[in-house]
Nanobody
Framework: QMQLVESGGGLVQAGGSLRLSCAASGRTGITYAMGWFRQAPGTEREFVAAVSWSGTNTDYATSVKGRFTISRDDAKNTVYLQMNSLKPEDTAVYYC???????????????????WGQGTQVTVSS
């Protein structure tokens, strides 16, 4: 079993920045893509960004391209989401997810979510 623990959410004004982190633990000897979904009240969960195990491949939702950057640490077990130029419509609970995949691959849809974190709230005020 794999555990994913998010941190870094909070309240920020529009135009500001936040950095989310997600640390994975519990399984060794496997490779997995990691990334983020988000869910705003009354809406369905939507894909935000993903990065392959190797870090060489990334994917972003159209709504965050050019504003958000996903990255992965050298140990491969922590993923970061740098969020700049935040907008009120970015307000949501952000969930970390992981997919068991070979080192350079991502699903066409970005992530499917073999494993999930508990979520962290991001609120952007206008």
């Amino acid at each position: 079993q794999m555990q994913l623990v998010e941190s870094g959410g909070g309240l920020v004004q529009a135009g500001g920045s936040l950095r989310l982190s997600c640390a994975a633990s519990g399984r060794t000897g496997i490779t997995y893509a990691m990334g983020w979904f988000r869910q705003a009240p009354g809406t369905e969960r939507e894909f935000v960004a993903a990065v392959s195990w190797s870090g060489t491949n990334t994917d972003y939702a159209t709504s965050v391209k050019g504003r958000f950057t996903i990255s992965r640490d050298d140990a491969k077990n922590t993923v970061y989401l740098q969020m700049n130029s935040l907008k009120p419509e970015d307000t949501a609970v952000y969930y970390c997810a992981a997919d068991l995949l070979p080192p350079n691959l991502l699903y066409l849809e970005g992530l499917r979510g073999d494993y999930w974190g508990q979520g962290t709230q991001v609120t952007v005020s206008s």
